[in-house]
Nanobody, 124 residues
Framework: QVQLVESGGGLVQAGGSLSISCAAS????????AAWFRQTPGKEREFLAA????????RYADSVKGRFTISRDNAKTTVYLQMNSLKPEDTAVYYC?????????????????WGQGTQVTVSS
């Protein structure tokens, strides 16, 4: 079992930066791929970024490539999402997820564990 708890969300002005974190419990989290998704009311949950456990491979959605960076600290069982050049359309609830899949995937149905989410609001 893995439990995920996001933190660091808040209000930021457009053009600003914010870093959110996901703390994981469970001895084997270092062997899970991890990802960030986000969701706004009435819309599907959107993949943002993922990082592999074995080689640190990353994948990004086109909408955030070059602005967002995912990283992980296996020793601290924490995954981070550094968000730069934020836009009002980045406003959403951000979710951390963990997957036992062999591949670093963008599919949310491949992720076995989810956090409760943290709100990020970008003002114009």
């Amino acid at each position: 079992q893995v439990q995920l708890v996001e933190s660091g969300g808040g209000l930021v002005q457009a053009g600003g930066s914010l870093s959110i974190s996901c703390a994981a419990s469970g001895r084997t989290f270092s062997r899970y791929n991890a990802a960030w998704f986000r969701q706004t009311p009435g819309k599907e949950r959107e993949f943002l970024a993922a990082v592999g456990w074995s080689n640190g491979n990353t994948r990004y959605a086109d909408s955030v490539k070059g602005r967002f960076t995912i990283s992980r600290d296996n020793a601290k069982t924490t995954v981070y999402l550094q968000m730069n050049s934020l836009k009002p359309e980045d406003t959403a609830v951000y979710y951390c997820a963990a997957s036992t899949s062999f591949l670093v995937t963008t599919r949310q149905d491949s992720y076995d564990y989810w956090g409760q989410g943290t709100q990020v609001t970008v003002s114009s």
